[in-house]
């Protein structure tokens, strides 16, 4: 049976964004590449890694305008609060 912090830590869904990392890889010369967008959360608690369309990234980068952020680590989803 696991210990109750490591319960605890696995019963939070929803966590605060406190960072972003952004990368872009070239797999090949003259072909798409593919973005990836690492999320620390609640100060390094947790980490997920988003790899978006190329399409979606411009929309992402509305993240820039946001007062905070949280992500749902259960469904994927990202929550933007504050935005002007």
Do not use: C
């Amino acid at each position: 049976m696991a210990e109750p912090e490591g319960r605890t830590e696995q019963a939070i869904k929803v966590r605060q964004v406190t960072d972003v990392h952004g990368n872009y890889n070239e797999w090949e010369r003259d072909q798409p590449g593919e973005f990836s967008l690492e999320f620390i959360l609640d100060d390094g608690a947790d980490e997920y890694v988003l790899r978006p369309p190329a399409d979606d990234v411009r929309t992402l980068m509305m993240m820039d305008k946001a007062q905070s952020m949280y992500f749902d680590t259960d469904r994927g989803v990202l929550m933007l609060r504050g935005l002007d």
